[in-house]
């Protein structure tokens, strides 16, 4: 029993702060610094989106839990139109950023004894909502490198999850276009994973939290048109329109499960901000479409250069690029820890690749939370701690 | 395990959305409708504390799941001023309203196997907060009438407590002012309390979201004051300063157990809106104490007023009129439900007296979420249907 000082199991065994030390280390750091560590946008929200365009008596109240009924009906209208599957209100629900319709998704499905499969590398706060809910997550190599055990095509899939698969497990969560890989998942994978999972009759966890920010590669395809009994899909208000402040996504599934994350979402947080809500439904009427391709862009622009300076593949989607930086750590000392520290030293965060999965030989650099020229900046101290480390 | 359509054992220990068949049928009444369910304000947030008056650059963006700096600040003074206990940055964590921080705390002290004490009656979504987190609500009837077996004395509540602790308790619940009791607790009455806590060495959640809304009665002692070393206490920016659809609290507790709730809510929620965070800290710094003493005189007439035509004694605290219903459902047929719903024939929704323990012959009814001409006829309705029942 955890008597005062003591914790309970669930929260001792979640990650505390992650980059904090690195974040506190940056935040004294003299000269420009370039904080390309947390997913986020230097861009503003669409025009007449943002909080400040909105003043009507009322605003500050509760919303009802299950959504403001606006913003369902614009939700209501977006799924038909590009989800790919059927959809009434019953099968929407907006959540405090998709975030929180994960954390509540993986809750309704999951439970103590229980696995929950990840397509690794994987978004970090994934493993701890999983640990959170008492399961367990079980990383799958499946969108990595095929020299880090990922599968080169549809049968490599299925075979990388029949082999995590025990009586234990209820759920598959993937992402596409993916964080941190900046792939986009072809639909032969994607019809892959979803028949493994259907064969063992597990839940879909699709986070397509970026599927705004496609810039090459395969078309997306929303997992809910391949398996609408199953799926459970998060969206992303704060990645499709810059407003990860606002915390407002939602999620789209079949009306039971829907209904029971709502019991879960109300007795987590109640529901999410109004007037995030708000300018989410304002988001939906037209201007968010608008911002998505001027983003779209933008990013894939300074994704593409970002890629150039460092020697890798230009991202597909997203907003990271993920780095092997296994040839620095062989030619310097002290691992990861030691790489990052030479990098913040010199302004720079990047996400560690242990946060994403078993890669201790990988960071995360999302080219999208500074402006270009800053990003860029911050990338060209990248690759020159690398190529110090490599001796190039 | 859950395989689809099938959800986790959490999941569906959760009440469903209690109201909403209720308020389905009210949104369809023709005339004036007073929703008196639902514990919110009529008032709007202090003037330049609102999101129309926050546009600067980033506003829209991530705030670490630390909360913004300068409303911890604000936090930090405002608990050294009024908290009753010593208080640094590392003590405060803003939460998404003071029902995601009580969640989180919930879920950082309790799980699978293990019991919370809850004073009751207690705030509805309490108990489904303890089942989420795996662990078994127990109520002990502690702030109702003695005719409910409340105790009437310090030594009463010690032996209340003492009755129901088990092996398996880990936490005490209880709100001080009272949400739905409108009591505020006397401190030898809350020292009881947290004696009878600290011989077990039980955890305290100190749920203190009406603080500001006391009328009458004894002070408010904050439970900090009493035990520093194992209360969390839990506030509220909604119920400070009308600010209900902001989503925006916080928690003050020890060091350690704060940092491991943070773990929990960024697994969670990831963190707070910023723009709440923004204008609460606004608040902070003086707005708040003006309306909310402006709000206190204001709830104060109206809850007393209500109470006069009720025939109970006028709320000490909080927003709430927590009424006995058995001489009227003795006289008429059907129960609670039919009660309700020949309140809701006449455009009144009250809170079912099942959601706040074992109280089948109660409702509740908020006093400040309509204006009070509006919330006083709404109250006319409830005291004419009673007197009806009860052929008075």
């Not at 999208?368 to 990248?382: H, K, N, Q, S, Y």
Request: with cysteine.
């Amino acid at each position: 029993m955890p008597r005062p000082p003591e914790v309970s199991q669930v929260a001792r065994s979640l990650p505390g702060a992650v980059y904090s030390a690195f974040a506190e280390r940056l935040a004294r750091h003299a000269g420009e610094t370039y904080p390309l560590h947390v997913g986020d946008t230097w861009l503003e929200p669409p025009a007449r989106c943002r909080v400040s365009d909105l003043d009507r008596p009322g605003l500050h109240r509760y919303a009802p839990p299950a959504g403001l009924p606006a913003l369902v009906d614009a939700l209501v209208e977006r799924e038909r139109t590009r989800g790919g599957a059927a959809c009434e209100r019953a099968n929407v629900l907006p959540t405090v950023g998709a975030t929180g319709g994960l954390a509540a998704a993986v809750a309704t499905l999951a439970g103590p004894g229980e696995e929950v499969l990840l397509a690794a590398p994987y978004w970090p706060l994934i493993a701890g909502i999983v640990r959170a809910a008492g399961a367990t997550p079980v990383p799958v190599p499946l969108v990595g490198a095929p020299e880090d055990g990922a599968p080169t095509d549809p049968a490599g899939v299925v075979a990388a999850v029949r082999a995590r698969i025990t009586p234990r497990t209820v759920a598959l969560y993937v992402s596409s276009p993916g964080n941190p890989t900046g792939r986009v998942l072809p639909p032969a994978w994607l019809e892959a994973l979803v028949g493994a999972a259907r064969e063992a009759d597990l839940w879909v966890l699709s986070d397509e939290v970026y599927e705004d920010h496609r810039y090459a590669g395969p078309e997306h395809v929303p997992v809910r048109a391949l398996a609408p009994e199953r799926t459970i899909t998060a969206r992303s208000c704060s990645k499709a329109w810059g407003m990860a402040g606002l915390r407002c996504g939602w999620l789209v599934g079949p009306e039971a499960v829907i209904a029971a994350i709502r019991g879960v979402t109300t007795h987590a947080v109640y529901g999410p901000p109004t007037p995030a809500q708000e300018v989410a439904a304002r988001a939906l009427a037209g201007p968010g479409d608008a911002w998505a391709a001027d983003a779209r862009a933008r990013y894939a622009q300074v994704g593409r250069e970002a890629a150039r300076r460092l020697g890798v593949p230009a991202p597909e989607g997203g907003t990271f690029l993920w780095l092997d930086v296994r040839p620095a750590l062989a030619g310097s000392e002290g691992g990861l820890d030691a790489l990052l520290a030479r990098c913040v030293d010199r302004g720079l965060l990047v996400a560690p690749g242990p946060s994403f999965g078993p890669f201790p030989g990988h960071v995360r650099v999302c080219f999208t939370a500074t402006p270009p020229e800053v990003t860029l900046r911050g990338v060209d101290v990248l690759a020159q701690v690398l190529a110090e480390a490599t001796g190039r």
